[in-house]
């Protein structure tokens, strides 16, 4: 049934594979605003300077004849709407899942930002790590332009129980928004946005990517590869050092993904190793010498809560039907309720 499910899996996958130079024009932290009126349009866009971590911001604004009404379900709350939803929403969840077992790590190689799939072990850690959130409420799904990283995702949204359907942004231009628009109002509220961005790919490990890790720990020494895969600040040879890769994930996440949860939002990140240590660092107030001593388990969802501007982390559910494994809130209780009642 698993197997059966990992092909399934690939050819639906294989449909929403696009070329991704996520992050700059999608997400919900770019705003793109369509006002109609008799046949004139005005676009204003928030373009980025494409660069790797600081980007300069500009408005665009063109007029048209087009009396196309264009649906984007990805908008981006501005800070008057932020400070209201404070008022009006007192938490809401984070997950943060890290992918499932790739072709790469099952063959013990580097692999960084080498896009791999995942193996047939990884497709079932998926699938149980969505399970094991279930029961809890998902309005936006970021992961990063990776492969094994989006099939985590998808995969574990089909063991969530509200049964909505996760939907891939395609904001890279004009055209990709246009054919991508959903025109029924029903259908849009079954869906859920996936947001995809580089800024929460995995760590570049740029020579070492592809070599066996065994070999290249007997060719460098074991001291200088544990060097540069355990070290903060101290990269591979024309790679990235884990705080490099910190400076993209966390300042993707302040800017993007936070204002979401200060909107009310729940949301789940399906990452990498090290752009989720990079993220719970920020997200725990770690210091560098303990980011670099916390594993992150494949396929094991962690839950937060963000209330009142703080992150409470809540651990990571054990199986999908043990209520106490979850450390419920009083919201996430009620929104189980609601599940159950639903689904008699």
């Known amino acids: 049934m698993v197997t059966s499910a ?22 919900y932290g770019n705003t793109s605003l369509r006002l109609i009126s008799k ?3 005005l676009d204003i866009g928030l373009l980025r ?7 300069e911001r500009r408005f665009i604004s063109q007029a048209s004849t087009s009396q196309t009404s ?3 379900p990805v908008s981006s709350p501005s800070s008057n709407n932020i400070a209201e939803s404070r008022k009006k929403s007192n938490e809401a969840a984070l997950i943060l899942i890290r992918h499932g077992e790739s072709l790469w790590n099952e063959k013990n190689l580097f692999t960084g930002c080498v896009d791999v799939p995942l193996t047939k072990k990884g497709v079932e850690e998926a699938i149980e790590a969505g399970k094991r959130i279930s029961n809890i409420p998902v309005d936006v799904i970021y992961t990063s332009a990776l492969i094994r990283a989006q099939m985590t995702a998808m995969l574990a949204m089909t063991q969530h129980r509200r049964k909505k359907v996760p939907i891939v942004m395609h904001n890279e231009n004009e055209q990709a928004k246009s054919w991508s628009q959903i025109f029924s109002e029903e259908t ?3 869906c859920i946005p996936v947001i995809t961005a580089w800024q929460l790919n995995e760590r570049m490990y740029g020579e070492l990517q592809g070599l066996n890790k065994q070999e290249t720990a007997d060719k460098y020494g074991k001291e200088k590869v544990h060097e540069w895969r355990r070290s903060y600040d101290i990269p591979p040879p ?3 050092s884990l705080e490099m890769c910190a400076q ?25 190793g090290n752009s989720l240590r990079s993220i719970i660092m920020y997200l725990d107030k770690l210091t560098s010498r303990e980011v670099i001593s916390l594993e992150l388990s494949t396929g094991i969802p962690l839950l937060y809560i963000f209330k009142e501007g703080k992150f409470m982390r809540r651990g990571s559910p054990v199986g999908p039907t043990e209520a106490g494994v979850y450390a419920y809130t009083k919201t ?7 599940l159950d009642e639903m689904f008699q």
């Open 6 to 27: 990992f092909h399934q899996a690939i050819g639906t996958l294989q449909s929403h594979v696009y070329s991704i130079d996520s992050g700059f024009q999608q997400g």
């Open 39 to 41: 046949g004139f349009r």
């Open 49 to 55: 300077r494409r660069s790797y971590c600081s980007k």
């Open 70 to 72: 264009v649906f984007n």
């Open 188 to 190: 849009k509220k079954q």
């Open 238 to 240: 024309n790679g990235e």
């Open 248 to 272: 993209r994930a966390v300042a993707y996440f302040k800017e993007h993904i936070e204002p979401q949860l200060l909107y009310g939002k729940n949301v789940m990140i399906a990452a990498h």
């Open 332 to 338: 996430l209780a009620l929104y189980r309720q609601k």
